[in-house]
């Protein structure tokens, strides 16, 4: 099982950029699907965007597509999250989440592992 660290949140203005980090423990990454989801207060924890072990795959939530880009990078063992155009809508702490699947999933009860999460705060 991996142990993931999250970083790189913080206070942007609308229109802003972000880059989201999550960093891994363990020889075992490169095997394991990634995926970001956040959670804003009140609400439930959402799926945001995922990649497949190799990269090959990847998926984004209707509400991010075109602002956000998932990478990987499995010789730092590390998943990043690219936000662009950044609303107040996203205002939400974000979490990074493993699965020694591989594979993607929109389901939050199908990812192994979850980070503490970095919040992520939108001023309009």
């Known amino acids: 099982q991996v142990q993931l660290v999250e970083s790189g949140g913080g206070l942007v203005q609308a229109g802003g950029s972000l880059r989201l980090s999550c960093a891994a423990s363990?020889?075992?990454?490169?095997?394991?699907?990634m995926g970001w989801f956040r959670q804003a207060p009140g609400k439930e924890r959402e799926f945001v965007a995922g990649?497949?072990?190799?990269?090959?795959?990847?998926d984004y939530a209707n509400s991010v597509k075109g602002r956000v880009t998932i990478s990987r990078d499995n010789v730092k063992n590390t998943v990043y999250l690219q936000m662009t155009n950044l609303k107040p809508e996203d205002t939400a702490v974000y979490y990074c989440?493993?699965?020694?699947?591989?594979?993607?999933?929109?389901?939050?009860?199908?990812?192994?592992?979850w980070g503490q999460g970095t919040q992520v705060t939108v001023s309009s």
């Open positions: 990649i497949t072990w190799n990269g090959g795959s990847t």
């Open positions: 989440a493993a699965a020694p699947s591989g594979g993607i999933y929109r389901q939050a009860p199908l990812w192994r592992s």
């Open positions: 363990g020889r075992t990454f490169s095997s394991y699907g």
